[in-house]
């Protein structure tokens, strides 16, 4: 099982990643959108904004209340963002969660 502080600095990386990504075809088109990621074995939440194809604000929160719903373990939101576990096919396999408008959907797999 990862750390709160391991999880934390996974999700600041991935924001890192995205803003990188200037050459992205979504870049712009999931903006405004409201995004959690709850880890069940630490019993944390996280939560964030994406806009203009970029996490921001990333912070602990108390609810889920978002647009965008994500729900997984530690382990794999860190091999999620190190590259070792694909997020099409951890939330195939039921891994990873994702509650989110069809759309949203689409436009988040895009990006990652």
């Known amino acids: 099982m990862a750390t709160v ?10 924001a890192g990643r995205l803003a990188g990504n200037s050459g992205s075809q979504v870049r712009g088109k999931l903006s405004d959108r409201s ?12 939560g964030g ?8 604000d990333i912070r602990q929160v108390d609810g889920t209340d978002a647009q965008i719903k994500m729900s997984m373990t530690s382990d794999d939101l860190l091999a999620v963002t190190q590259g070792s576990l694909h997020l099409g ?17 689409i436009k988040l797999r895009s990006m990652l």
């Not at 502080?5 to 991935?14: D, G, P, R, Y």
């Open 5 to 14: 502080e391991e999880c934390e600095q996974a999700l600041h990386e991935l």
């Open 35 to 46: 995004l959690t990621c709850e880890l069940r074995d630490l019993k944390v939440i996280y």
């Open 89 to 105: 096919k951890a939330w195939a396999s039921g891994r990873v969660k994702i509650h989110a408008s069809v759309f949203d959907l």
């Open 49 to 56: 904004r994406l806009h203009e194809g970029n996490l921001v």
